[in-house]
């Protein structure tokens, strides 16, 4: 072996090392990563034989550094050689040397979204030559400044049947491998990390890079609430009342129009479009209390394009992680958090302005990630708290429980009508002036998101990330604002801000759902026979099935809707997390938050 071998080779550095389970190779450094080669050629050609069957050597020949998370130094010990043998390879002689190993990942060859670690451990006699290869690693992967250096840490000890602490502790060691800190806490309550993110000064917040979740969909909400409800700056959405008041001054009320058509009730809403004057809609958008005040301009703001959060998943469902990563796995979703990945996520606020016809409360605000839902969905939440013993397993029991009920509620809803100019890019069914009113449009050729999306990279370019988005201002005409009213019985009303994939609904809620095209899809389910609801089930647990093309399914893409329940009985779902209101208004902020991801590779 060449101790004194290192020299440029095509503007990098080489050098003859022992790799660990393959002997003697000529390594080289450049500017995109790391490659090797045997010193003996035939090493390369070497087959291997089992059960009669030849199989070719497709050992690794090198690694980029945007794959590598850490390098490090392992002092003196054993590296092994590879030696052929009647039937295979074995390991061969045994030399003691200073070692060094490089820890990266493989993508799944079965599942590209699944990433797999995998390291490369090289040896030298000479002591130098080992710590000059290690610093000249650290400083290629230190190039990338997006990777971060400090983090906070939020573990959720109850989550996924109490496997929170266990699975951070299976990943703790790649952040200390990479050396990333860690400011740990794991919640002791119910609301603790809200508290504590909700009440950290922002030049202390500012001095991490981020927040790192190990918890499900709800904790993540806890902590998305913590950092935005403080921190953003935004208008309210319009009142729901004086919405729907407007509306009447101009187009009056109409009753119902039921039928029953092949046991499914027909069309149960009479949908009303109206436009109401500008400067009346605008003064529906009120300022939050206290930090949505435009003059306090707090000095960490969102978005932001920088602070990022990352999701490990330890929840029951984990659908923000499947849908922004692409696969419910620590290992894969740690790496996304080392390596500093990046995906823009529009946000849902939703504001409660009633909880009761007769109360007079000041309004409540929350944000939502994934989805919002009422009638079933929040049912299913609400019957669930009874529950918690049974862990996980408990959505399934309300779930059947609440679906034997069999329950519709009355309600109004109202929606701004979105135009768009090209309905090709997979922005789903588009109400207009040409449609009739009563049947939604048809749906295009979905274009599903995905890591290089065409949608989201469209919105991305040529949006400014920067500034705050507001829907009257989100790819709409503001001089022609125009609202669709829906007013009937509903088994369930929803508003799905991205996919929402999971284990039991592989293509989600929408399967064209994006994470960053600053809509949200809202999906009206219209009272029906309990046969077709639960045909409607059922399609959302197969791939390729699509569940939104029923008569009694509506569904609209669109920025913001309102909602009023004519009972007092009002329970929504947001983000997995209770909020009981009857009158209620949401509106999507485009890319308001930046998580540690990428978009599933499909």
């Not at 820890?103 to 990433?115: F, M, N, P």
């Not at 190039?143 to 049947?161: A, E």
């Not at 009563?438 to 890591?451: D, G, H, Q």
Request: charge should be neutral.
């Amino acid at each position: 072996m060449d101790g004194e071998g290192e020299g440029a080779r095509d503007g990098g550095l080489s050098a003859n090392l022992v790799m660990d389970g393959v002997g003697e190779v000529v390594v080289s450094l450049n500017s995109s990563g790391l490659s090797w080669t045997p010193v003996d050629p035939s090493e390369e050609s070497k087959s291997s034989t089992c059960l009669g069957v030849n199989f070719s050597s497709k050992a690794e020949t090198g690694i980029e550094f945007s794959h590598v998370y850490a390098v490090e130094f392992i002092h003196w010990g054993l590296v092994h050689k590879r030696s052929s043998a009647p039937g295979g390879f074995v390991l061969g002689d045994a030399s003691m040397m200073y070692r060094f190993v490089v820890h990266g990942y493989q993508k799944s060859r079965t599942r590209h979204s699944l990433w797999v670690l995998t390291s490369y451990a090289f040896g030298h006699e000479d002591l130098q030559a080992c710590h000059a290869w290690v610093d000249c690693i650290s400083a290629s992967i230190g190039l990338d400044v997006g990777r971060p250096k400090n983090l906070m840490v939020f573990v959720h000890p109850l989550s996924g049947n109490g496997r929170g602490r266990k699975i951070w502790e299976s990943v703790a060691p790649l952040f200390a491998r990479a050396r990333v800190r860690t400011k740990v806490t794991v919640t002791q309550r119910a609301g603790h990390a809200f508290d504590v993110i909700a009440s950290i000064p922002d030049k202390e917040l500012s001095s991490f890079d981020g927040i790192v979740v190990v918890g499900g969909d709800g904790f993540f909400n806890e902590i998305l609430n913590g950092l935005l409800l403080s921190r953003h700056v935004a208008p309210y959405p319009p009142v729901p009342g004086e919405l729907i008041k407007s509306a009447d001054q101009c187009t009056g009320e109409r009753g119902f129009n039921k039928s029953n058509n092949n046991g499914a009730s027909g069309p149960s809403c009479e949908k009303e479009e109206y436009s109401p004057l500008i400067s009346s809609v605008e003064s529906n958008f009120r300022m939050e209390a206290g930090s949505c005040n435009p003059d306090k301009n707090p000095a960490f703001s969102f978005p932001n394009d920088w602070f990022r959060i990352g999701i490990i998943p330890a929840g029951s469902t984990d659908s923000i992680v499947m849908s922004t990563t692409g696969a419910r796995d620590p290992i894969t979703s740690a790496l996304h958090i080392i390596l500093g990945k990046r995906k823009h996520m529009d946000i849902a606020q939703v504001v409660r302005w009633k909880t009761s016809a007769s109360s007079i409360e000041a309004p409540l605000v929350r944000y939502a990630a994934s989805f919002t839902g009422y009638g079933f969905y929040g049912d299913v939440i609400k019957e669930s708290e009874k529950y918690r013993w049974m862990g996980p397993k408990r959505y399934d029991y309300a779930g059947t429980k609440v679906f034997l009920k069999h329950r519709s509620y009355e309600a109004e809803v109202a929606f701004l009508d979105v135009k768009t100019e090209d309905t090709s890019t997979g922005r789903g069914p588009v109400v207009n002036e040409t449609q009739p009113a009563l049947v939604p449009a048809e749906s295009p050729k979905k274009a599903i998101c995905r890591k290089i999306c065409d949608v989201c990279c469209e919105v991305t370019k040529s949006t400014d990330m920067s500034a705050t988005h507001a829907p009257t201002n989100n790819g709409i005409n503001v001089g022609n604002l125009k609202w669709l009213r829906s007013k009937g019985r509903y088994l369930s009303v929803g508003a799905a801000i991205i996919s929402c994939r999971n284990e039991k609904a592989p293509d989600g809620l929408v399967a064209d759902a994006h994470l960053t095209d600053g809509f949200m899809h809202l999906i009206l389910i219209k009272e029906c026979p309990r046969a077709f609801y639960l045909w409607h089930l059922t399609q959302l647990a197969k791939k390729g099935a699509d569940p939104l093309k029923f008569e009694f399914v509506e569904h609209y893409k669109t920025t913001a809707f309102t909602f009023v329940a004519s009972s007092d009985e009002s329970v929504w779902n947001v983000d997995g997390e209770l909020l009981y209101a009857r009158q209620l208004s949401a509106q999507v902020f485009r890319g308001l938050i930046c998580l540690f991801a990428t978009g599933p590779e499909i």
